[in-house]
């Protein structure tokens, strides 16, 4: 067991009261003291929410502390969601919330039953004297933690500040319900985040864009008449009644990320070490679950090192994600407005499930006759999961929406595809998904990534796609099937992917061709910067292509702009240097794949549907932007294409991708809901809920997943009966309609609870 014998924690918050409680707890012999540079009774905020999951770690590491809160807590179900004068509720989602006054009076009555040493209004040596004279070093600091500022280098913090506006108030009263509350005013949309902590008090944060709040002129009021001004914006949600502060002020919500956690015996918890944004409500359980991590680990490991180690590996996975679905949610209320013309119950649906913590499943769970209700505004027929309703392309309509995603295989010759992909693609079509997609399908020998891309540049290869689209279409009736065109670009000419993924070959390499002479990466083959010959050619060969994929029997084609390939090319800033036509504005951008683009649709069966993948993000400073895919998304669904593939990345070789579940999808929720355009979305979407989710709530009318399918062929299928869904929107084939009912599977027991603390001796 990690000694730890004297302790200093800088910062009196929950999380460092808790921390010191408990550690005094584990070892009464401890010497624990805590700098609070306020007042006992100082505090700003109002009301804490906590998790039933937090008050399960609390009530196993200290009974005493759990039974003092479960007193003061007050509960409820409901959340209301108030837009254009219509409220609905969900219930069955679970709060318990108290006062942050009384919740520091609590923790500090627990530290000094048990000789914690609490010193208030008392500034805390730096850091760096403490580590000296103690053994460990507590930094909950906050948010402006002079700790992690202190020894920047050695924590590596990253903060990032965002573009919303608010400000903390209290109401005396209580509302019945999480409320929120959304007014359109003539200065912009602003939003009420509303809920009880006390019988007679309600904590309200009021939030609003930047420019928003400048334009209403919050810029210039003090606090008495910011919160005259909100009370009247939100006079009905309040019932008239008055708003208060306390010592309140309008600020920006800031994301602290951190390389380290630890710095030598220094070791950071609570927001000097992490922030997830208060529209999930994590700060003050984030902080606690901190320290009851911490306390564990000094309590398990055998020395200071390893135990803070171990926090740190057991607490940032668990941040990480808390961190990625605040920031979901963050990102949602900074672009409400884009959501505020959806049907009422969808938008309140979508509100919901933001954070993608929430999801259709576990709120149909929550509350089946709200999700119902949900479902047919929708349009879902009785027993429908969404997934299963069909969506129509032109004269294309598809009998669920779920889509296999364009996955490269690497294994045609000569660009001809042969019994690999026969199987591959023929196993995707039984396996009941609405839509499969090849490959990129390479429009010239030259066009190629890799010596085994698939191609539709001569007739063999045409005719070898003519035999895997007739298995699709006679043995998966139903199923549509549809091609990717594409042309590498600066990106061709090398390995096959697992010998060296974007590796130049080692010899046998093609000339390749570009918008501009830029290498992908060290190491690549410089391109040669397209002619207006070789403009001219290229798009030739994009429509030759197309007439033999109409040939070969597709139903469905899409034009690769994403990626880095050679459309994307020509999209992006950061790969497009040219000085003519075809480069500088995002408009003379567009000029050459919208070029191609047309000739295609002109070869193309105007009854068929066309559809364009863009990389609506490079990841990387100077590169494409959420706004400038947008443009590029109007620009392209303005020449005809019925439905925008919405990708991120992969443009430029040092992208900084910010990876989670389903993280692309934001791009193509604005895309779809600032243009109107139907989007598919990709990225990390891997279970049927999450599609059901994406779907219901106006965030993607397809969603198109490609490692689920790899790891499942038969992942759609699975999905229906997983649901109990036997309907026509996932038709099992004959064949296999006896293996339609999940096999059993055997007893699974839930481990034990994970922070089960045992004091030296009783407390």
């Given amino acids: 067991m990690s000694t730890a014998r004297r302790v200093a924690v800088i910062g009196g918050g929950p999380g460092g009261l808790y921390a010191a409680a408990l550690l005094k707890r584990l070892d009464p012999a401890r010497e624990v003291t805590v700098w609070e540079r306020n007042a006992p009774d100082d505090t700003f905020g109002f009301g804490v929410v906590l998790s039933d999951e937090t008050l399960g770690g609390i009530e196993h590491a200290d009974p005493a502390v759990h039974a003092a809160l479960q007193a003061e807590f007050v509960r409820w179900d409901d959340i209301d969601i108030v837009h254009r004068e219509r409220r609905h509720t969900s219930g069955g989602h679970g709060f318990a919330a108290l006062g942050r006054r009384r919740l520091l009076q609590i923790l500090h009555e627990r530290c000094r039953d048990l000789g914690v040493e609490l010193r208030f209004r008392a500034e805390a040596p730096p850091a760096a004297e403490l580590s000296t004279a103690y053994d460990l070093v507590v930094a909950a600091d906050g948010v402006h933690s002079l700790t992690r500022e202190a020894h920047a280098e050695a924590f590596g913090p990253e903060i990032t500040t965002h573009r919303c506006r608010y400000i903390w108030l209290a109401a005396d009263f209580a509302f019945d319900a999480f409320r929120f509350e959304i007014a359109e005013t003539e200065h912009g949309v602003m939003q009420l985040h509303g809920y009880p902590y006390a019988r007679d008090a309600s904590t309200v944060i009021v939030e609003m864009r930047e420019e928003v709040w400048e334009a209403a002129g919050f810029d210039g009021l003090d606090e008495r008449e910011s919160t005259e001004r909100c009370a009247k914006v939100f006079a009905d949600a309040l019932g008239g009644r008055p708003l208060r502060g306390n010592n309140s002020s309008w600020t920006t919500f800031r994301t602290v990320v951190n390389s380290r956690w630890s710095h030598g015996n220094t070791v950071l918890i609570g927001d000097a070490a992490h922030t997830a944004h208060f529209s999930i409500g994590s700060g003050t359980k984030l902080a606690v679950e901190d320290a009851l991590a911490l306390a564990a680990c000094l309590q398990e490991q055998p020395d200071l090192p390893a135990a803070l180690r171990a926090y740190e590996a057991e ?443 045992k004091s030296r001796r009783p407390a």
């Avoid at 539709?456 to 045409?462: H, P, R």
């Avoid at 699709?472 to 594409?486: E, M, N, S, Y």
């Avoid at 400038?628 to 443009?651: L, N, W, Y």
């Fill in 315 to 757: 607490r940032r996975p668990v941040v990480a994600s808390t961190q990625r679905a605040a920031r979901a949610s963050l990102e949602w209320f900074e672009r409400i407005a884009d959501h505020l013309d959806q049907p009422p119950r969808q938008f309140a649906f979508n509100l919901l499930t933001r954070s993608r913590r929430v999801t259709h499943d576990n709120l149909r769970l929550r509350d089946e006759e709200f999700t119902r209700a949900v479902e047919r505004e929708f349009g879902c027929p009785e027993g429908t999961p969404p997934m299963f309703t069909p969506f129509r392309l032109r004269g294309l309509t598809l009998r669920n929406r779920v889509v296999v995603s364009p996955m490269d295989m690497y294994s045609a010759v000569d660009g001809v595809p042969g019994d690999f992909h026969l199987v591959h693609l023929g196993a995707r079509a039984l396996g009941g998904a609405g839509l499969v997609m090849t490959e990129m399908v390479c429009v010239s020998e030259h066009g190629r990534i890799t010596p085994g891309c698939a191609g539709l540049y001569t007739a063999e290869q045409a005719d070898a796609w003519r035999r895997i689209t007739d298995f699709a279409h006679a043995r998966a009736p139903g199923t549509a099937i549809g091609v990717q065109l594409g042309h590498s670009g600066r990106k061709g000419s090398t390995k096959l992917m697992w010998e060296g993924i974007d590796d130049p070959l080692p010899d046998g390499n093609w000339p390749l061709q570009a918008a501009s002479p830029l290498p992908y990466k060290p190491g690549s083959q410089t391109p040669h910067e397209l002619s207006r010959a070789g403009l001219t050619e290229i798009r030739e060969e994009f429509t030759a292509a197309a007439a033999r994929a109409e040939r070969a029997g597709f139903d469905l084609l899409e034009l690769h702009c994403a990626h880095g390939y050679l459309l994307s090319g020509f999209l992006s800033p950061l790969t497009n240097h040219r000085t003519d036509a075809y480069g500088g504005s995002l408009e003379a951008r567009l000029r050459y794949p919208l070029e191609v683009f047309d000739a295609v649709r002109d070869a193309w069966p105007a009854d068929k549907p066309m559809t364009v993948r863009i990389s609506a993000t490079d990841w990387a400073d100077g590169g494409t932007t959420a706004r400038d895919a947008v443009e590029i998304a109007r620009a392209f669904a303005a020449h005809g294409a019925d439905a925008i593939d919405v990708s991120t990345g992969q443009v430029v070789a040092d992208e900084r991708p910010a990876y989670g579940r389903s993280y692309q999808t934001p791009y193509a929720d604005r895309i779809r809901n600032e243009t109107g355009v139907p989007v598919l979305t990709v990225g990390a979407i891997s279970s049927w809920d999450d599609v059901n989710s994406l779907l219901l709530a106006g965030r993607a009318d397809l969603c198109a997943l490609a490692r689920p399918h790899l790891y499942d062929p038969h992942w759609t299928l699975h999905a229906a009966a997983e649901q109990g869904y036997e309907g026509p929107g996932a038709p099992w084939p004959v064949q296999y309609r006896a293996g339609s009912r999940r096999p059993q599977t055997g007893r699974t027991d839930a481990p034990k609870p994970r922070l089960t603390l």
